[in-house]
């Protein structure tokens, strides 16, 4: 057994220029077959995680897919707001700990402004429980000052004391602007990879402030109110888009859904955000499978390659494998020749497929962090890539069969006589 192994390597070594090209293929194969699932499994974490210590998410009536999408991930529209009155008897109710409005509806070059309240930078979390820090600056204090999140500061090139002007409405271009009334940046947040990143926020009375001369989503005619006289208003708010509810206690959950669900005053809804969020992955799942497919594929390809390079060359082998049969090599021991061969190539690549994930994974994890908000850790294989490699491992001996076989076949006046 140990000379069939040490024959088989030095075999392989012999055409180690086309078996390293198998080599390649096989571990390009297994990086983007383990690139794609380590990139689904942490895109699945941080979409899961973009909302943490939330208990209860409250909006207007609608699908909880839908109120998830506005509400934390900033996507879409609301069917309609709730009543500020409503907001703050649910906020006062004796088991809710702490509350977080919500009021969406304008932007400032594509992203979305959110009007909160100060309780936001204190209360909301995402990851593993992580809170919200500063990368500068301090929260907003006064009506119009503005907090930027990481991207957004990033890419527009924002720092502290910058000018914005805030768009009315959500979208890119030709959206009317609130010019006469521009906001200063005060803060600006580390990166979380969630939509924190890619959103501006103000106060409450800033989103009142802005629109206190403007009807049916329009500026009156003729009419503007200086930027310096808007405090001399009331600017609590009529109504907010969404609330996030945390409770003294879990067990509550229930009963203060059930009573957000059958609120009397008007049709409100209160999701929890770890059903609504798993609910949302199974839609938007179906990518991520059809990728991981599509890698599987790729390194299926890389398996017949292997196997179309070990049967091309079998017939150049003929008479080096007839020699063995004439020197006392059985026919099982050509058999094993053969997968012994494929084994180690299989292995190597897969090998070379995980140190080539890990280099990349180092040098690539910080631009998918800042871009794509995906934050990939570092680690050689997780459990579920170790089942993939398995698979790969299988499907790698299972195509040195062929070969082998073929091999076993050969007899010995075909090998020493070979057609012409």
């Known amino acids: 057994m140990k000379y069939l192994l040490v024959m088989a390597a030095r075999s392989a070594w012999n055409r180690k220029l086309t078996l390293s090209l198998i080599i390649a293929a096989i571990a390009l194969s297994v990086t983007l077959l383990l690139g794609v699932e380590r990139l689904r499994e942490q895109a699945h974490r941080g979409f899961s995680h973009s909302v943490s210590g939330t208990d209860l998410v409250v909006g207007a009536r609608t699908s909880p897919v839908q109120l998830m999408l506005y509400a934390v991930f900033r996507m ?83 720092k502290i004391g910058s000018r914005i002007v805030l768009n009315h409405g959500m979208g890119l271009g030709g959206l009317p602007e609130h010019g006469d009334k521009p906001f200063t940046v005060v803060g600006i947040l580390k990166s979380t990879g969630t939509p924190v990143d890619r959103t501006v926020h103000v106060g409450l009375d800033a989103i009142n402030a802005i629109h206190l001369d403007w009807v049916g989503g329009a500026p009156m005619p003729g009419f503007q109110i200086p930027q310096k006289f808007v405090h001399k208003f009331d600017l609590a708010p009529k109504e907010i888009t969404a609330a996030l509810i945390g409770l003294k206690s879990r067990a509550a959950v ?24 798993d609910q949302l992955w199974q839609i938007v799942g179906i990518v991520e499978k059809s990728m991981l497919a599509i890698s599987a594929m790729v390194a299926a390809v890389g398996m017949c390659g292997l196997v179309a390079v070990v049967l091309a060359g ?52 910080p631009m998918l962090q800042e871009k794509l908000g995906i934050a990939v850790r570092f680690m050689l294989v997780s459990q579920g890539e170790l089942q993939l490699l398995g698979m790969v491992f299988a499907v790698g001996l299972l195509a040195s069969v062929a070969p082998g076989y073929q091999a076993y076949r050969l007899s010995l006046a075909d090998g020493m006589t070979p057609r012409l």
């Open 314 to 365: 079998l017939n150049e082998r003929r008479r080096e494998l007839a020699i063995l049969r004439s020197v006392g090599a059985r026919p099982c021991d050509i058999f094993l020749l053969l997968t012994y061969e494929g084994f180690f190539v299989t292995l190597i690549g897969i090998l070379l497929g995980v140190v080539l994930l890990a280099a990349l994974t180092t040098g690539f994890a």
């Open 254 to 277: 229930f009963r203060i859904q059930r009573m957000v669900n059958e609120y009397p005053e008007e049709p409100l809804l209160a999701v929890m955000p770890g059903v609504a969020l």
């Open 76 to 158: 879409g529209e609301a069917t309609n707001n709730i009543r500020w009155e409503s907001y703050r008897a649910i906020s006062a109710h004796p088991m809710v700990a702490w509350s977080i409005p919500v009021s969406l509806g304008d932007s400032h070059h594509g992203f979305p402004v959110m009007g909160t309240s100060p309780e936001y930078f204190v209360h909301y979390h995402y990851g593993d429980d992580q809170s919200l820090a500063f990368a500068s600056g301090k929260p907003f204090a006064g009506t119009f000052d503005a907090v930027l999140g990481a991207d957004i500061a990033a890419q527009l090139g924002y």
